[in-house]
């Protein structure tokens, strides 16, 4: 039998922040410096970290959910601002996740990645670590739903022609799981993210990583 005939899926779905990218106390740090931009009221680190993996729109509305509109893109543009301000020194990828990215491709693996970035944050990341050619293909928020609407996992399916029953998710969030869920997908959780164990458990996740290693154990 060929390699790819006793592969348990065609495709591997990536969250990126939280799950490859040790980015969180960053994004809650540029959170933070778009409150005080916008004269809100800080919240706290729990509360920042608990949106991340959303579009952006959508967890500024979470985060805020009376601010208004006008408020939200200078929001936006201010969180933007200040984290490509830091951009000149990336968040790390968390211990052992290149080589297990590499490990899978060899093995004979698509991969992909579902992001809540912008696809010009994405971009920027992956031309950064020179690491795009690792990646059949990618969705970011800004050009499709953000999770857990499953658009973003239906359009990876279509690009790289695969059914659910083929797929895994893996990610960090409540919001990887429940996109997952609602595209019909298995999901992989990892404790190392932003959302506990016991969160990401009440999805049926097929496993839950405690460790970097723990995702290739389970694949291969």
């Known amino acids: 039998m060929s390699v790819m005939e006793v592969l348990p899926y065609k495709l591997v779905v990536f969250d990126w922040d939280g799950t490859l990218v040790d980015s969180a106390e960053r994004i809650v740090e540029c959170l933070r410096h778009a409150s005080q931009n916008v004269r809100l ?4 680190d729990r509360e920042y970290s608990n949106i ?4 952006m729109f959508e967890a500024i509305r979470q985060l805020y959910p009376d601010l208004p509109e006008s408020d939200i893109h200078v929001f936006r543009d201010a969180y933007r601002d200040e984290f490509l301000g830091r951009s000149h020194e990336p968040s790390p990828f968390f211990s052992g996740v290149p080589d297990i990215l590499s ?14 970035k912008s696809r010009k944050g994405l971009v920027r990341e992956l031309e950064t670590r020179d690491m795009g050619c690792l990646f059949h293909a990618t969705r970011c928020a800004d050009e499709t739903r953000s999770k857990p609407d499953p658009m973003m996992l239906n359009q990876l399916m279509a690009e790289v022609r695969c059914q659910p029953e083929e797929v895994l998710m893996i990610g960090d969030s409540i919001y990887d799981m ?3 869920v609602n595209a019909g997908i298995d999901r992989l959780a990892v404790t190392w993210g932003v959302h506990d164990r016991e969160r990401l458990a009440s999805f049926g996740p097929v496993c839950i990583a405690e ?3 723990d995702i290739s154990d389970s694949l291969l």
């Open 178 to 180: 429940e996109m997952a």
């Open 52 to 55: 991340i993996g959303l579009g």
């Open 211 to 213: 460790r970097v290693s």
């Open 103 to 116: 490990l899978l491709q060899c093995k004979g693996y698509a991969l992909a990645v579902a992001t809540g």
């Open 41 to 44: 009221p800080l919240l706290s």
